[in-house]
């Protein structure tokens, strides 16, 4: 099975369940929001499909590859931008990206055409020469999209990826992602507790206290009514 499957998949930290019996699956080239408020087990379940933490109780499959069975393959597939900055401020746009591709055993012309083409993807090709540090956190985070886009991967996860930053930021990274995923084909799970990040035709996974409360369309979901609407009746929750 091609996209992302998430099947039966539970996660606990001593009593305390984060996470239970969590299934749903996200087609190839589809855009999914995970929706839930801040402790609904979002970031648990991103740990997961990333391996930093690892269960036993359900499957995992990225691109078609068993998490678990196959971790090496199925990480290939998978660019990964989480909550907190990871960038190396005192690095050039361009070093930061020339490194990570280092890391994935890319070099010479290979790097150098795909960060290239990342940064245009993500219109930073400009900012290339600048200090990271002096880029403000828009540009930060299209930074961090287009790393994640030079290894060629299927599977992008973005956890919370619009913190902190003002609106019309968080418009430009949501408008961004979008495209990677109607443009090029890519396999998108958001986590998000705003719904005004989500779009009628985007798929939606409701999770709320580790238990996925709903999926499908966003426009099946919500039906006639606003989604924050929605979502605040089913989690009882503040956007």
């Given at each position: 099975m091609t996209g992302l499957s998430v099947r039966n998949v539970?996660?606990?930290?001593?009593?305390?369940?984060?996470?239970d019996d969590v299934s749903f699956h996200v087609p190839q080239g589809?855009?999914?929001?995970?929706?839930?408020?801040?402790?609904?087990?979002?970031?648990?379940?991103?740990?997961?499909?990333?391996?930093?933490?690892?269960?036993?109780?359900g499957v995992i499959e990225v691109a078609?590859?068993?998490?678990?069975?196959?971790?090496r393959q199925a990480l290939?597939?998978?660019?990964?931008?989480?909550?907190?900055?990871?960038?190396?401020?005192?690095?050039?746009?361009?070093?930061?990206?020339?490194y990570f591709a280092a890391l994935h055993g890319l070099s010479g012309r290979t790097a150098e055409s795909r960060i290239a083409?990342?940064?245009?993807?993500?219109?930073?090709?400009?900012?290339?020469?600048e200090r990271?540090?002096?880029?403000?956190?828009?540009?930060?985070?299209?930074?961090e999209i287009a790393r994640c886009l030079i290894h060629a991967p299927s599977v992008l996860l973005l956890d919370e990826p619009t913190v902190g930053l003002d609106a019309a930021a968080r418009s430009a990274i949501t408008q961004h992602v979008h495209d990677l995923s109607a443009q090029d084909g890519l396999t998108v799970l958001w986590a998000t507790h705003?719904?005004?990040?989500?779009?009628?035709d985007d798929q939606l996974a409701i999770l709320h206290r580790g238990k996925m409360l709903t999926q499908g369309t966003c426009?099946?979901?919500?039906?006639?009514?606003?989604?924050?609407?929605?979502?605040?009746?089913?989690?009882?929750a503040a956007t």
């Amino acid at each position: 099975m091609t996209g992302l499957s998430v099947r039966n998949v539970s996660y606990a930290y001593g009593d305390k369940r984060a996470l239970d019996d969590v299934s749903f699956h996200v087609p190839q080239g589809a855009f999914c929001a995970l929706l839930g408020p801040n402790g609904a087990g979002k970031s648990t379940l991103f740990s997961l499909l990333t391996r930093l933490f690892t269960t036993a109780q359900g499957v995992i499959e990225v691109a078609g590859f068993d998490i678990s069975q196959q971790p090496r393959q199925a990480l290939a597939q998978i660019g990964v931008v989480f909550q907190q900055p990871t960038l190396d401020l005192d690095l050039t746009v361009h070093r930061n990206l020339s490194y990570f591709a280092a890391l994935h055993g890319l070099s010479g012309r290979t790097a150098e055409s795909r960060i290239a083409a990342a940064l245009e993807r993500l219109d930073m090709a400009e900012r290339a020469s600048e200090r990271t540090r002096d880029l403000n956190g828009g540009h930060r985070r299209r930074l961090e999209i287009a790393r994640c886009l030079i290894h060629a991967p299927s599977v992008l996860l973005l956890d919370e990826p619009t913190v902190g930053l003002d609106a019309a930021a968080r418009s430009a990274i949501t408008q961004h992602v979008h495209d990677l995923s109607a443009q090029d084909g890519l396999t998108v799970l958001w986590a998000t507790h705003l719904t005004d990040e989500i779009t009628p035709d985007d798929q939606l996974a409701i999770l709320h206290r580790g238990k996925m409360l709903t999926q499908g369309t966003c426009r099946d979901i919500k039906g006639d009514q606003p989604l924050q609407q929605v979502f605040l009746s089913m989690t009882g929750a503040a956007t």
